[in-house]
C-alpha cells in the first residue's frame, strides 16, 4: 500500500539522505540479467530509452509500456561488457520477466535470467556519499553522468540513488551482503528502512507501480521526460507517446500535494464541486502530510488549491519528475 507513517528513527533517516549520507538496503527489489548478441536491439525495442547508443560502463532509467504506452514499471539498466542488468522494481520482478520472454522471438539472440536471489542491492543517498564511494575504492566514479558506472571486484557501483538526491547505487552478490552493509555504516552512512525510503519517494515524486504506475497512465503524465528517447525510432507503445508529443496532448499529470490532514490513498481530487484528479500516494512528514496525485492539465499546476474529501490540499512541485515539454 503506497502510504506511510513517521517515526524519530526515520526522521534522522531522511535528514542525513538530504544532508549527510544514508545507506538503504534494496535487495528485495528485482534484477534480471540480459545476455547474448542482441540484447541492445531487444531492450532498446522494448522500452523508451535508448539503448543501442549506450556502451558497457553507462546506463539509463526507461519505461517499459504496454502497447498502448500505459506503464509497466521504471527500470533502472545497466550496460555490461557481456550483458545488460536491469533493476525493477520489487512488485514487477516476475512479471516483467514474464513480459519480457514474451517478445523473444526464435531467432533472436537473447537470454533472461532472474538473479535477484544471487545478487543483492544498496543505495547510498545524500550530498555525502561520494566519501563513503571513495573509501570503497570507487572514487573514479564521482562526477561521471548519471547511469555510469565501474565494477571493484565483484560490486558493481553506478551513479544514481534511485530518488532525486546524489547518490549511488551498489548491485553485489549475495555473499558479500553483510560484509558491504557492515562497512558502509561504519564509514557514517545511517540506515533508511523501506518506511523511510517510501517517504521520501512520495515527497520526491519517484513513481512506484499499483500507486503511479497502471495501465491508467503513460510516462508523459507521470514526467518521465529523462526516460523517453524521441529519436530512437520504432518501439512498443512509440506512436502513442509521439503523438502525445508531437501535439503537446498530456490531459493530467502527476504532481506533489502538501496537505493538512491525512487523507484516504484513491480518494478523487477536487477544486470546489469539480472531480479533477486522483490521490495516488500519501505519507505523514515530519513537517506535515504529503500526497501524490494526477491532475487534469486543464485544472492548474503549483499553486492550485485542492480538496481530498475535507482535507485542504496545495500543488507542489516534485523534483523526481517534469511537465515540461522538451524543446
Not at 526507461?62 to 539498466?77: E, H
Not at 522494481?89 to 539472440?109: E, H, N
Not at 502538501?258 to 490521490?279: Q, T, W, Y
Request: with cysteine; hydrophobic share 40%; proline share 4%.
Amino acid at each position: 500500500m503506497p502510504t506511510s507513517a513517521i517515526d524519530a528513527k526515520d526522521v534522522a533517516a531522511i535528514e542525513a539522505a538530504t544532508a549527510g549520507v544514508a545507506v538503504c538496503d534494496r535487495s528485495h527489489w528485482g534484477r534480471i540479467r540480459v545476455s547474448e548478441d542482441d540484447r541492445l536491439r531487444f531492450l532498446h525495442n522494448q522500452s523508451t530509452n535508448d539503448f543501442q547508443s549506450l556502451q558497457p560502463g553507462q546506463g539509463c532509467d526507461t519505461v517499459m509500456v504496454s502497447s498502448t504506452a500505459r506503464t509497466i514499471d521504471l527500470v533502472s539498466a545497466y550496460i555490461l561488457e557481456d550483458a545488460v542488468l536491469l533493476l525493477t522494481s520489487p512488485s514487477r520482478r516476475q512479471s516483467l520477466f514474464q513480459w519480457l520472454d514474451r517478445y523473444i522471438f526464435y531467432a533472436d539472440k537473447v537470454q533472461l535470467k532472474d538473479v535477484t536471489d544471487e545478487t543483492s542491492t544498496f543505495s547510498l543517498i545524500g550530498a555525502k556519499s561520494d566519501a563513503i564511494v571513495e573509501k570503497l575504492g570507487a572514487g573514479a566514479i564521482i562526477g561521471q553522468p548519471y547511469g555510469n558506472h565501474l565494477q571493484i571486484d565483484e560490486v558493481i557501483v553506478a551513479v544514481g540513488s534511485g530518488l532525486a538526491e546524489p547518490g549511488y547505487t551498489l548491485i553485489l552478490p549475495t555473499s558479500e551482503k553483510a560484509q558491504l552493509w557492515q562497512q558502509i555504516l561504519e564509514l557514517g552512512a545511517v540506515e533508511l528502512s523501506d518506511r523511510a525510503w517510501d517517504m521520501l519517494r512520495i515527497l520526491q515524486g519517484r513513481p512506484a507501480p499499483d500507486a503511479e504506475l497502471t495501465d491508467d497512465y503513460n510516462p508523459l503524465e507521470v514526467g518521465l521526460w529523462q526516460t523517453i528517447s524521441f529519436n530512437k525510432g520504432c518501439y512498443i507503445g512509440q506512436e502513442t507517446i509521439a503523438r502525445l508529443n508531437t501535439y503537446k496532448g498530456v490531459k493530467q499529470y502527476l504532481w506533489g500535494i502538501r496537505l493538512n490532514a491525512p487523507v484516504e490513498v484513491g480518494s478523487a481530487i477536487a477544486v470546489g464541486d469539480e472531480k479533477v484528479g486522483k490521490l495516488t500516494s500519501y505519507t505523514e512528514t515530519a513537517n506535515g502530510h504529503f500526497g501524490l496525485g494526477y491532475i487534469r492539465s486543464k485544472a492548474g499546476g503549483v499553486g492550485l488549491k485542492v480538496q481530498i474529501g475535507e482535507t485542504e490540499g496545495e500543488v507542489v512541485e516534485i523534483p523526481f519528475v517534469s511537465h515540461e515539454y522538451p524543446q
